[in-house]
């Protein structure tokens, strides 16, 4: 079973950047891509950015060019580079790895940008 922790969130100012991290640990097997969604309160889900096992990446409208998703393979890590953040990026952003039969994600970062 794939298990997803993810760290890096914060409180930054409107503008500012920040990195989040997302460790991968046990079978990648199955795996075909891993990316990043984020849930503001009393809003829809929102698939943030994507990326596959070969580097293929999609990026939500909202964030193209102001964020960079990348992975290590060899670390089983995905971050998400994000900068000129506005408060409208402020959400509980979660993990995910995309997987044929499971819903695994990690447990959520909370990112805050405040005007």
């Known amino acids: 079973q794939v298990q997803l922790v993810e760290s890096g969130g914060g409180l930054v100012q409107a503008g500012g950047s920040l990195r989040l991290s997302c460790a991968a640990s046990?079978?990648?097997?199955?795996?075909?891509?891993m990316g990043w969604f984020r849930q503001a309160p009393g809003k829809q889900r929102e698939l943030v950015a994507a990326i596959s096992t070969i580097g293929t990446t999609n990026y939500a409208d909202s964030v193209k060019g102001r964020f960079t998703i990348s992975r290590d393979n060899a670390r089983n890590t995905v971050y998400l580079q994000m900068n000129s953040l506005k408060p409208e990026d402020t959400a509980v952003y979660y993990c995910?790895?995309?997987?044929?039969?499971?819903?695994?994600r990690g447990q959520g970062t909370q990112v805050t940008v405040s005007s």
């Open positions: 995910y790895a995309d997987h044929p039969t499971l819903d695994i």
């Open positions: 046990g079978s990648m097997r199955s795996i075909n891509a």
